[in-house]
């Protein structure tokens, strides 16, 4: 099924993110993960796609078998780094092959060299518009949003006038980069309406095992720790595999979004299995699914 219909049908949305294994590593580790995963019964699983498009074919795989042993819509990722029109027109082909409906297109982090690793795709809005000039593809495509703008971005004003590029390209809906304050969220939310983009905007949520994981996923997409994250996880044990403090604060700011009107939440699970067991068990989001 398409997201956007899932979006029109259900009155709440609850989705989860997983990445494959490296290339290196056995991939039925990633099997193991979404069988337990599975119990939360989300309408849809992202599937990730790694630096320079290094899993680029166990993501096509992995959606493909989400879709035929667990029965759920996936959203598969697709990146302009190092692709060429005939590149991304093989790999879309196989995903309609493999009944896969849903796309994430990304521009894809740059990896750190002097290569050109932008072929005939510069810009996320440049693949979703190759996406859509081929009818008999037909995929329902989702696209990233930044509420502390992307960190390339000179601006958050800047951001979202791209952020309508792609939208207005034919991108159906946004899933958000992780953020720790829900005032961001919210703020984001009105300045993109008052842009103009009327298409869902998903809240993507991300906990951590280990709170300097977390920290430098921060860093990296230059996204604000506020104080009472701080707080509220200055005494965790970063040794720990379940960080409680870090369930307690998430838990906190999904029910804080749900009761504040959203009615979707996209869960950034690091292939944490019991880390976000407790968070989906801890929040109202097992209450509301019931």
């Not at 795709?121 to 000039?133: H, N, T, W």
């Not at 044990?237 to 996209?266: F, R, S, W």
Request: hydrophobic residues 35%; charged residues 30%; positive net charge.
């Amino acid at each position: 099924m398409k997201i956007h219909e899932i979006l029109d049908k259900k009155k709440f949305i609850f989705s989860m993110e997983i990445f494959p294994p490296k290339p290196d590593s056995d991939i039925l580790t990633i099997y193991n993960t979404i069988d337990k995963l599975i119990d939360f019964k989300p309408d849809f699983i992202s599937v990730t796609y790694g630096a320079g498009g290094s899993t680029r074919t166990r993501t096509v795989e992995i959606a493909e078998n989400i879709i035929k042993k667990y029965n759920t819509p996936t959203l598969a990722h697709l990146t302009c780094i190092d692709a060429s029109e005939e590149t991304i027109s093989k790999i879309l082909y196989k995903m309609k092959e493999k009944n896969i409906e849903n796309i994430l297109a990304l521009r894809g982090d740059l990896p750190d060299t002097h290569k050109n690793y932008l072929l005939d795709f510069k810009f996320a809005s440049d693949l979703i518009k190759f996406i859509k000039k081929n009818r008999e593809w037909d995929f329902c495509i989702g696209v990233a949003g930044y509420p502390e703008k992307h960190p390339e971005a000179k601006s958050l004003d800047e951001d979202i006038y791209h952020l309508k590029e792609k939208v207005d390209s034919g991108a159906d809906f946004i899933i958000t980069q992780l953020f720790l304050d829900n005032d961001n969220y919210f703020n984001y939310l009105e300045k993109v309406r008052k842009a103009g983009i009327k298409v869902p905007v998903i809240p993507g949520i991300m906990t951590a095992t280990k709170i300097k994981n977390l920290e430098k996923m921060a860093e990296k997409c230059k996204v604000k720790i506020p104080e009472r994250f701080k707080k509220a996880t200055l005494n965790s044990d970063p040794d720990k595999d379940i960080c409680e403090d870090t369930i307690k604060y998430t838990a906190g700011q999904i029910d804080h979004l749900i009761k504040n009107g959203v009615n979707a939440i996209h869960l950034y699970t690091m292939n944490k299995v019991e880390q976000n067991r407790r968070i989906y068990e801890t929040s109202v989001l097992k209450k509301i699914r019931r």
